[in-house]
């Protein structure tokens, strides 16, 4: 089994920062590619971000500019840095990781997601 933990979701003013944690536990033989979502009320989920296992990131055009995805895989750890923030961006965010569960063996795992409100 493997567990995916968020961090660092809350509220902050336009304009402001916040840095997203997500952080893998677990039977982990390796992590493949590893992204963020997000999803507001009543709108479809959608990919903020991602990043390959070599480094290699996507961005969707809404944030380039503004946001950063990196990674940590000594911690098994995927952040978003979030800077000049607006109010459009208010969604709960989810990450997710292709982990290789066993030796040849992908699976897809999803964060619980965290809060993230920008007030105007």
């Known amino acids: 089994q493997v567990q995916l933990v968020e961090s660092g979701g809350g509220l902050v003013q336009a304009g402001g920062s916040l840095r997203l944690s997500c952080a893998a536990s677990?039977?982990?033989?390796?992590?493949?590619?590893m992204g963020w979502y997000r999803q507001a009320p009543g709108k479809q989920r959608e990919l903020v971000g991602s990043?390959?296992?070599?480094?290699?990131?996507n961005y969707a055009d809404s944030v380039k500019g503004r946001f950063t995805i990196s990674r940590d895989d000594a911690k098994n750890t995927v952040y978003l840095q979030m800077n000049s923030l607006k109010p459009e961006d208010t969604a709960v965010y989810y990450c997710?990781?292709?982990?290789?569960?066993?030796?040849?063996?992908?699976?897809?795992?999803w964060g619980q997601g965290t809060q993230v409100t920008v007030s105007s």
């Open positions: 997710n990781a292709d982990v290789y569960v066993t030796w040849g063996r992908i699976q897809q795992y």
């Open positions: 677990g039977s982990i033989i390796r992590i493949g590619d």
């Open positions: 990043v390959t296992r070599s480094g290699s990131t």
